[in-house]
């Protein structure tokens, strides 16, 4: 398993970097994981990122915890430290570029990990050329969108409860607000319906278009 060890404010953290065969597009991207853990979908997503020719690590922000329990993922979301979270994300930057990533970075997020996308790329805007943000909720993490420089393209469920696609257009009219460039896009389907290891909230038609659109926003604007 390519699992890394990395920098972090000074401390180490650990992630999954998937490289792609060959010389790959020079291009890299962070994965951010859902309230579960680092579960082998988000490393599967970094192994299609690798596929597609890019550079993909996925920071383990949960330090090797996971859970399958709705129950214990909720309290391990809200016992989230932003701080700790954004030195791991702000790491896997690094060493992304560290590995051989040139240029502005993607990053992609899903439910918590979509809104820890979208604070990372507010939180260091110069690093981040493209961010995706899938149903991305955290009550307690307030990205400043004022910063934001990389165009956003945030990505929800018709038939989510949690993160409707009302909260979607809100957050999306909340960054045209400062004048930045932000696209919504709303698919057939609830929360998590991009996670395949789901069974009873994966949507295919609606996953497998998502991520074309995505490798399509990436390629844009990478």
């Avoid at 060959?22 to 990122?49: T, Y």
């Avoid at 502005?104 to 805007?125: N, S």
């Avoid at 960054?175 to 389907?189: L, M, N, P, R, T």
Wanted: with cysteine; glycine share 12%; charged share 20%.
């Amino acid at each position: 398993m390519p699992t890394i060890e990395y920098a972090a404010n000074g401390g180490k953290a650990h992630g999954y970097l998937a490289k792609p065969d060959g010389a790959g597009n020079g291009k890299g991207v962070i994965v951010v994981q859902e309230w579960w853990g680092l579960m082998p979908h988000i490393q599967d997503i970094a192994d299609r990122f690798a596929k597609e020719g890019y550079l993909a690590l996925a920071p383990d922000l949960w330090d090797g915890k996971k859970t399958t329990s709705p129950d214990e993922a909720g309290r391990m979301l809200m016992a989230l430290n932003i701080h700790d979270a954004h030195q791991k994300l702000a790491g896997a930057v690094a060493e992304l570029h560290e590995q051989g990533a040139k240029g502005k970075l993607g990053i992609v997020g899903f439910c918590m990990g979509g809104q820890l996308a979208l604070y990372t790329a507010c939180a260091i805007p110069d690093e981040i050329g493209a961010c995706v943000d899938f149903y991305g909720i955290h009550p307690n993490v307030k990205p400043k969108f004022e910063a934001l420089k990389a165009p956003a393209l945030l990505i929800f469920g018709e038939k989510d409860p949690s993160v409707t696609p009302a909260n979607g257009k809100e957050m999306a009219r909340a960054i045209q607000a400062h004048g930045k460039q932000v696209e919504v896009k709303v698919f057939e389907g609830g929360h998590a319906f991009f996670n395949d290891t789901r069974p009873e909230a994966y949507a295919e038609a609606s996953a497998k278009q998502a991520w074309k659109d995505t490798l399509a926003f990436f390629k844009a604007h990478l």
